[in-house]
């Protein structure tokens, strides 16, 4: 294991992950605003929304509308999901310069999520490759079920080094291993990163974990402790998967944040803005 990372670069997937699984439509200004003041917070990457079919995700629907309205800071990345060629070519249309890419380790988990077989998710992102690097664009995957499926159970690791292997040899600079329904333990999480960081090394790893059954922030204190310094989470800690019952709660960017200021680990976040970014949307959430 690593000294803990001096700082840690926060993607604030709100926007997008958080609020794709809320049934309540959310008018397109608030999300604007919500976003707005997720940049005055200085959160250095928000993941805006998603290029999906409105068929799979209503709430998103107006990615065009919200992407054209929003306030850009020069400091900040503004990172779009894109599941196929066509959401590729409109991220790009919308002037996105880095996209985010996703599949899976459990089969169940893909025909549920995405309708496809994981390969047929991975050729999809072969597909969209050579255009991401023609034009220069930033390239980043999401890799659901890590550690638990909601359907399979326990995933080994050695289903996940092939995962991993492939999206490095489409040139994905950065891949997020997720928990999908939070029921990853610290031990799990140290486990899993033992065999991932010998093959691989940390630089390319981001982690992604959902607070269901309230193992996050220690997930996140494990992945530290391997010198993991890059975390997703969500303003307010709304969202989880709209495909995997229970997955509710992404953990909170608030609470990452704190945690972080315990450990004196800088973020650069201004906590009131974060606060205050998370105060719009909570409304438009759904207690269930």
């Known amino acids: 294991m690593n000294a803990l990372p001096a700082a840690v670069r926060i993607v604030e997937v709100g926007p997008r992950d958080g609020l794709q699984s809320i049934e309540q439509t959310i008018p397109t ?3 604007i605003q919500f976003i707005n003041t997720l940049t ?4 250095p990457e928000i993941e805006v929304t998603s290029f999906v079919s409105p068929t799979w995700v209503a709430q998103l629907a107006d990615a065009n509308e919200v992407a054209a309205l929003i306030n ?3 400091h ?10 066509k959401g590729l070519e409109r991220s790009m249309d919308s002037g996105f310069t880095s996209v ?6 459990s089969e169940t988990f893909s025909q549920k999520n995405t309708n496809c077989a994981i390969d047929e998710s991975l050729e999809r992102i072969k597909v969209m490759s050579p255009i991401i690097q023609e034009n220069d664009l930033r390239f980043r995957a999401y890799i659901s079920t890590v550690w638990v499926c909601p359907y399979e159970g326990a995933v080994p690791v050695k289903k996940v080094v092939p995962i ?4 490095l040899d489409m040139g994905v600079e950065e891949i997020s291993l997720g928990d999908t329904i ?9 486990s899993t990163l033992d065999s991932l960081i010998t093959e691989f090394g940390i630089e390319s790893f981001a982690l992604h974990f959902h607070d269901t059954y309230g193992h996050a922030l220690e997930n996140i204190k494990a992945g530290l402790e391997y010198g993991i310094s890059t975390f997703d989470s969500s303003a307010g800690g709304i969202g989880g998967c709209p495909y995997a019952s229970g997955a509710s709660g992404n953990v909170s960017t608030n609470s990452v944040v704190d945690l972080c200021n315990q450990l ?13 970014a998370a105060s719009i949307i909570q409304p438009y959430v759904i207690s269930t």
């Open 29 to 31: 200004e608030t999300k």
């Open 76 to 85: 900040i990345r503004y990172t779009a999901l894109v599941p196929n060629l």
């Open 182 to 190: 939070g029921k990853a333990t610290p031990d799990d999480v140290r």
């Open 72 to 74: 850009h800071d020069d």
């Open 40 to 43: 005055e917070a200085n959160l």
């Open 264 to 276: 004196e680990i800088t973020t650069g976040i201004n906590v009131a803005k974060l606060q205050e």
């Open 100 to 105: 985010a890419v996703f599949t899976t380790v």
């Open 164 to 167: 991993i292997q492939s999206l």
